[in-house]
């Protein structure tokens, strides 16, 4: 089920309705149908992957706690491993194209994460199966994330939550600027960049440059504006889940962006790949290869294709010439105002071109794309360029207004409907009416021109 589906609309009122009318205790027992139910939306076959992960991470889990407490290391290497098996075997098969599940790589890394942290000892396992079937189902953040730990969301879905009105502020303008970088930005700016990338070979090197940049605040705006959403459908419910971008754009480093982006992935990396290899604890050069291959690892995560390779890989390799140079400068790289604004561009310049990589539909696509960036940047001239993209009179205004009331959403804390002030209230209830009409009729004329609006990273 798509966040932004009138399945959605009626489904998620009638669930938190009934969730906070019926007693405590069986609350868990609604969200977790809930969850199969937003999960499977009408097909029986899509639950399949997901009971079975649940089902086998469960039970290695279950079994290495008895071994463990046995002194029986070795056993529970065994089951730790058949699990690791199991569930990335069935990430591979379904990560083809003819297989393709939605969120199955978000689900997967967490139950991974959860066997392995069972298996270290860091974790007990669940002996309730309702509940830690919950755990990896929960609807908010089955499908885009974020990647929750155990010991962050497991404790929160077990605990009988009281109605907070804080809680309902602050989840509704989460949903609010979610559902606003989704319809009126990302899916806006998505006609756009699709024109140009369905024929990068013709597009010139003019249009694939506006391309990638409104693709840039495209992907963010749907990937951020879906953590959005799930967190405020959470916070609604009462449960709090982590934060997963922290104005990346605005890092003055590949490393910083990093820390920046995706954050629950970049953490799930460092802990169970990185630091495991060895992490810098090895010498550089045992360091850069530990991040080459977290990049890589990172890159076949969001797909089985050479482009997301590369685009893996030349992160991967910026990261490691950043973290050399940032080394051998004692910790200077960065200081300073005109430095760490020009490090800002350079960092903001190269992730967006990485982004053509990732975007493109092949490796291919991706070499033609740069190839009009430098050798036919002003081949198709301002006014073709503007036309092939399908841009109108109407859109010089409404770019520019769509992409001003965003960046005053982002500059607005978490807590802006918590109004005090008859100033606080002014600023609230004008950014509130704006987005309100701004997704209304963004999505009213996708209904109308029936459009798809799947989010982006349903597809990893």
């Known amino acids: 089920m798509n966040f932004t589906s009138l399945e959605f609309v009626i489904f998620f009122p009638l669930v938190l309705l009934a969730y906070w009318l019926m007693p405590g205790r069986g609350r868990w027992i609604l969200l977790l149908g809930a969850s199969y139910l937003f999960y499977m939306d009408g097909s029986?076959?899509?639950?399949?992957?997901?009971?079975?992960?649940?089902?086998?991470?469960?039970?290695?889990?279950?079994?290495?706690?008895?071994?463990?407490?046995?002194?029986?290391?070795?056993?529970?290497?065994?089951?730790?491993?058949?699990?690791?098996?199991?569930?990335l075997g069935s990430l591979f098969l379904l990560k083809r194209e003819r297989f393709l599940v939605a969120g199955i790589s978000f689900y997967t890394f967490q139950t991974l994460a959860y066997v392995l942290d069972v298996y270290?000892?860091?974790?007990?396992?669940?002996?309730?199966?309702?509940?830690?079937?919950?755990?990896?189902?929960f609807f908010p953040q089955l499908v885009a994330g974020p990647i929750e730990r155990t010991e962050n969301l497991l404790p929160q879905l077990k605990k009988i939550h009281v109605w907070n009105r804080d809680n309902l502020a602050d989840g509704c303008w989460l949903l609010l600027r979610g559902f606003y970088k989704k319809l009126a930005v990302a899916d806006y700016l998505a006609a756009f960049v699709d024109a140009v990338y369905a024929a990068p070979e013709k597009s010139g090197g003019l249009g694939v440059v506006m391309a990638t940049l409104f693709f840039a605040v495209q992907i963010y705006c749907d990937f951020?504006?879906?953590?959005?959403?799930?967190?405020?459908?959470?916070?609604?419910?009462?449960?709090?889940?982590?934060?997963?971008?922290?104005?990346?754009?605005?890092?003055?480093?590949?490393?910083?962006?990093?820390?920046?982006?995706?954050?629950?992935?970049?953490?799930?990396?460092?802990?169970?790949?990185?630091?495991?290899?060895?992490?810098?604890?090895?010498?550089?050069?045992?360091?850069?290869?530990?991040?080459?291959?977290?990049?890589?690892?990172?890159?076949?995560?969001?797909?089985?294709?050479?482009?997301?390779?590369?685009?893996?890989?030349?992160?991967?390799?910026?990261?490691?010439?950043?973290?050399?140079?940032?080394?051998?400068?004692?910790?200077?790289?960065?200081?300073?105002?005109v430095r760490r604004i020009t490090s800002g561009i350079a960092t903001l310049l190269f992730v967006c071109f990485s982004w053509i990589f990732f975007r493109a539909e092949s490796i291919g696509a991706a070499g033609q794309a740069i190839g009009q960036i430098f050798f036919h940047f002003t081949d198709q001239g301002i006014l073709r360029t503007l036309q092939w993209m399908?841009?109108?009179?109407?859109?010089?205004?409404?770019?520019?207004?769509?992409?001003?009331?965003?960046?005053l959403a982002e500059q607005a804390p978490d807590t802006v409907f918590r109004v005090r002030t008859v100033k606080e209230t002014a600023k609230a209830a004008f950014l509130g009416f704006y987005m309100?009409?701004?997704?209304?009729?963004?999505?009213?004329?996708?209904?109308?021109?029936?459009?798809?609006?799947?989010?982006?990273y349903f597809r990893f």
């Open 224 to 337: 951020s504006g879906y953590t959005d959403i799930a967190r405020g459908a959470a916070l609604l419910l009462g449960v709090r889940l982590m934060e997963n971008f922290q104005n990346p754009y605005g890092a003055h480093n590949i490393r910083e962006f990093w820390q920046r982006w995706h954050i629950s992935l970049t953490k799930w990396f460092t802990d169970y790949v990185y630091i495991p290899l060895g992490g810098s604890r090895r010498g550089e050069l045992t360091r850069c290869r530990n991040i080459c291959i977290v990049f890589l690892l990172s890159g076949l995560w969001h797909g089985l294709s050479w482009n997301y390779v590369a685009w893996g890989m030349l992160h991967g390799f910026c990261f490691v010439l950043y973290i050399l140079y940032a080394s051998h400068k004692a910790g200077s790289c960065g200081e300073g105002g």
């Open 390 to 407: 399908q841009l109108q009179r109407t859109d010089l205004f409404r770019l520019p207004l769509a992409l001003f009331c965003l960046r």
């Open 44 to 87: 029986l076959l899509l639950g399949a992957p997901l009971l079975f992960t649940t089902g086998v991470s469960y039970a290695a889990a279950i079994r290495m706690g008895q071994i463990q407490n046995g002194k029986r290391k070795g056993s529970a290497k065994i089951w730790m491993f058949s699990a690791l098996a199991c569930c």
């Open 120 to 137: 270290y000892g860091r974790i007990s396992a669940e002996p309730h199966f309702g509940y830690y079937a919950l755990f990896v189902s």
């Open 436 to 456: 309100v009409n701004a997704i209304t009729l963004s999505w009213l004329i996708q209904m109308a021109a029936d459009r798809g609006n799947t989010f982006l």
